[in-house]
């Protein structure tokens, strides 16, 4: 079946601009996350979705992101008034929730590549 | 999540078994092990996972020393395609975090 899609694939933008990503889950997985990764570096978690509950927006790291979803499905990430350190790949993943959460892997995306100017 | 510790890269003969080892010495009970891969330009690929007991599928197979303290991840028959950074992780939450991993170098 289809896995995680993510568009665009690739962005590049000037310093200032704001921009939206987007990215389709599998189908039927209620659990998304975004992550972010710097050139040369490990990933760094952004933001969780599971289901009606309040998203866990622990790892945003100021109040230039946020995060949409709508229901169980596609998923927006806004970076507003974007800045040359904002440059990484933004990596999506969804998973099923099993009992505990903690057995259930998450399959990604291959992500978008933000550049900015 | 408890941290682990990889080695920073290995290499393996195309063809032969790749064991790639993880400590774990701090993990707790409840905390599952979990492997990914990065192969250049693409998303991190789920391996496999585990708790207490050995796991095998069509990929991979993991390895559990019964302390639970250390894991190794091996991968049967290696191709010039397994070629890519492993991450093991621990994880009791919903997120994952990732370390740096140990980048494995398949050759012909």
């Known amino acids: 079946g289809a896995g995680v899609s993510q568009s665009p694939s690739n962005k590049v933008t000037e310093k200032g601009k704001d921009v939206e990503l987007r990215c389709d889950p599998i189908s039927g997985h209620t659990a998304l996350y975004w992550y972010r990764q710097r050139l040369g570096q490990g990933l760094e978690f952004l933001i969780y979705?599971?289901?009606?509950?309040?998203?866990?927006k622990s790892g945003l790291p100021s109040d230039r992101f946020s995060a949409e979803r709508t229901g169980e499905s596609v998923s927006t990430l806004t970076i507003q008034r974007t800045q040359q350190e904002d440059s990484a790949v933004y990596l999506c993943a969804s998973s099923l929730v099993g009992a505990g959460g903690s057995n259930q892997p998450q399959h990604f995306g291959d992500g978008t590549r933000l550049s900015i100017l | 999540d408890a941290k682990t510790t990889q080695p920073t890269s290995m290499d393996c003969a195309e063809g032969r078994a790749a064991n790639l080892p993880c400590n774990h010495s701090?993990?707790?009970?409840?905390?599952?092990v979990y492997w990914y891969r990065q192969i250049h330009s693409q998303g991190p690929q789920y391996i496999i996972h585990?708790?207490?007991n050995n796991e095998t599928n069509e990929m991979a197979s993991l390895i559990i020393t019964e302390d639970r303290k250390s894991s190794t991840l091996i991968l049967p028959h290696a191709t010039l395609r397994d070629t890519a950074v492993y991450y093991c992780i621990v994880r009791n939450t919903d997120k994952l975090i990732f370390g740096t991993g140990t980048r494995l170098q398949v050759f012909p």
């Open positions: 979705f599971q289901g009606n509950s309040a998203p866990d």
């Open positions: 585990g708790l207490k």
């Open positions: 701090t993990i707790s009970g409840n905390e599952y």
